[in-house]
């Protein structure tokens, strides 16, 4: 894996109340990630830009809705999006993680 791709791989946190709950309790982050993207990459990526160790990827692909647009149907693009698990005592801060996407 070069650097170049795994610096493209992770495209933004995701904050909302779940993945709040998730760092909380479980110490999981959420993050959006490419659709291409596998799971290798996406610790290695982590790892590389926080200065964390992973312990687990899980990664789930949400289907774009349809939606009508006037008389024409359309449909949002899928998002593919990555549940990290940190090792016990490790930490990443989500404000700065995503203040680095802004």
């Known amino acids: 894996m070069n650097q170049e791709r795994l610096m493209k791989v992770i495209l933004a946190p995701v904050v909302s109340e779940k993945s709040n709950l998730l760092a909380e309790k479980r110490n999981q982050m959420t993050f959006k990630v490419l659709p291409n993207a596998t799971k290798p990459e996406i610790k290695a990526a982590v790892e590389l ?3 964390v160790q992973i312990a687990s ?3 789930v692909t949400i289907k774009g809705k349809t939606k009508r647009f006037g008389r024409n149907m359309g449909r949002r693009s899928d ?3 990555a549940y990290v698990s940190l090792i016990e ?3 990443l801060d989500l404000e700065s993680a ?3 996407y802004r």
């Open 49 to 51: 830009l926080f200065g």
């Open 98 to 100: 995503a203040a680095a």
């Open 79 to 81: 998002v593919k999006k």
């Open 89 to 91: 005592g490790q930490e």
């Open 57 to 59: 990827v899980a990664t």
